[in-house]
């Protein structure tokens, strides 16, 4: 019962930060300082089958379990994520924030984590059925390589988990 829970949890709310601030929109430009890595991971769920509940259903519990798992371990490193659903009704997508690929690979291979029990099933029961699909991208962007842009936005993206700076418009420098 606690994954449908979790599940009906992450739909509620489709975006966590471990540093929640105010959450208010912020007017003008800002600029997500870039002074440390960027650490995000892409996981992605398709649902190719419709009627092959049983090999997608279980997945999508498993998903959000492992996020409240994520969430109430201060020293996991996983910073925020968000929920994005779509294109489509098919596809969903979480990205995640971490504080470095140590954490988000010590995570992964963590043996009595429910990472690992959810990677076998899917590997030998879900996997083994074309219901469902999935996918993930691990993207890591150096320090002062990477430049993030909001301009009357609440804290999203990484500019939740940074420091932020004030911006001119470019009209403003005319």
């Keep these: 019962m606690s994954a449908v829970r979790d599940s009906v949890s992450l739909l509620l709310r489709p975006e966590w930060s471990r540093n929640a601030g105010p959450v208010a929109v912020r007017p003008g430009k800002f600029t997500a300082d870039n002074a440390e890595p960027a650490v995000m991971f892409?996981?992605?769920?398709?649902?190719?089958?419709?009627?092959?509940?049983?090999?997608?259903?279980?997945?999508?519990?498993?998903i959000a379990g492992m996020?409240?798992?994520?969430?109430?371990?201060?020293?996991?490193?996983?910073?925020?994520?968000?929920?994005?659903?779509?294109?489509?009704?098919?596809?969903?997508?979480?990205?995640?924030?971490?504080?470095?690929?140590?954490?988000?690979?010590?995570?992964?291979?963590?043996?009595?984590?429910?990472?690992?029990?959810?990677q076998r099933r899917y590997?030998?029961?879900?996997?083994?059925?074309?219901?469902?699909?999935?996918w993930h991208e691990l993207l890591h962007s150096p320090e002062g390589s990477h430049h993030a842009?909001?301009?009357?936005?609440?804290?999203?993206?990484?500019?939740?988990h940074r420091t932020m700076r004030t911006e001119e418009w470019w009209a403003a420098r005319r």
């Design 42 to 62: 892409l996981l992605g769920i398709r649902i190719n089958r419709w009627r092959k509940v049983r090999r997608w259903l279980p997945l999508l519990l498993t």
């Design 67 to 118: 996020l409240r798992e994520l969430a109430s371990a201060p020293d996991s490193g996983l910073l925020g994520y968000r929920l994005l659903l779509g294109p489509g009704p098919r596809q969903a997508m979480i990205v995640q924030y971490w504080r470095s690929t140590d954490d988000l690979h010590g995570y992964a291979r963590e043996r009595t984590g429910s990472h690992r029990v959810a």
């Design 149 to 160: 842009l909001y301009g009357n936005m609440p804290p999203t993206g990484l500019g939740a």
């Design 123 to 134: 590997w030998w029961h879900y996997g083994a059925s074309d219901g469902v699909g999935v």
